[in-house]
């Protein structure tokens, strides 16, 4: 089955969704609505057990693509991330090249992360000149703790698949080459379960984390909508087009 930017292959009882918008996978409104719709049609699924989370392309999402941007494209935006959260079948990421700002935020949407020492991580948002968003400011710190959460947040340093590894921002480190056949192998071992089971179980360990997620994402929109219009956030764009280090003013 295909839409527009993602498509959706079945394999016995798991559905690989793959994100079409190579090279990079930037996510945009249209992205997250498609990925999310697909999602929630492959809950009501019983042949579906477990779900693959990829990427054709460089890269499985070099953040997000405001390039018609403003408070309905950013609202509209995080609408949609945020019903990522709220689906139901165990996901698995099967991360390569980039996973930066929003591409983190998507890779967290997932239960597990199957990654490659090629792949980058970063929330590089502060380096940009503006607040976190997609909810990282509750799911990074309960992945890997507060305090390299804090880390990654306040430097926006860009770390390797290894380093994601071992601070356990991933699950399972493998050769770039088997990073899609191996997320695929974990999600027929999980497929393997009872199936009222696995959702029972996923929703009690995830208990409460939806919420908390679209409630930390609100505040986090509110500080982005003021942030894009300082000079910070024009300079930390201006920065990276032109590939150098951004000088911020505070204003």
């Known amino acids: 089955m295909s839409v527009e ?87 698995v990421a099967a991360v390569h090249g980039a996973a930066i700002g929003a591409g983190l935020g998507l890779a967290l949407v997932a239960d597990f992360r199957v990654t490659c020492e090629s792949a980058r991580y970063s929330a590089s948002f502060t380096r940009l000149g503006f607040h976190p968003g997609f909810g990282l400011t509750v799911t990074l710190p309960h992945l890997i703790g507060e305090q390299k959460a804090a880390l990654l947040f306040y430097t926006g340093r860009r770390i390797d698949g290894a380093q994601a590894f071992a601070m356990g921002l991933a699950d399972e480190l493998v050769p770039e080459a088997d990073v899609r056949a191996r997320a695929m192998a974990l999600a027929q071992e999980i497929a393997i379960g009872a199936p009222l089971a696995i959702i029972s179980t996923r929703s009690e360990i995830r208990r409460g984390l939806a919420d908390r997620v679209t409630e930390a994402n609100l505040r986090e929109r509110g500080h982005q909508e003021l942030q894009f219009a300082t000079a910070d956030f024009k300079e930390g764009v201006t920065a990276m087009a032109e590939r150098r280090a951004p000088v911020f003013s505070g204003k």
Request: aromatic fraction near 6%.
């Open 5 to 91: 930017t993602v498509t959706v292959i079945h394999t016995g009882h798991v559905a690989t969704i793959v994100l079409n918008r190579p090279p990079h996978n930037f996510a945009d409104a249209d992205l997250l609505r498609e990925l999310a719709e697909q999602l929630e049609v492959l809950d009501a699924d019983a042949n579906c057990r477990a779900v693959v989370l990829a990427s054709d392309g460089k890269t499985f999402c070099a953040g997000a693509d405001f390039s018609s941007s403003g408070a309905t494209e950013l609202a509209s935006f995080y609408t949609h991330a945020m019903r990522l959260f709220r689906t139901k079948k165990p996901i």
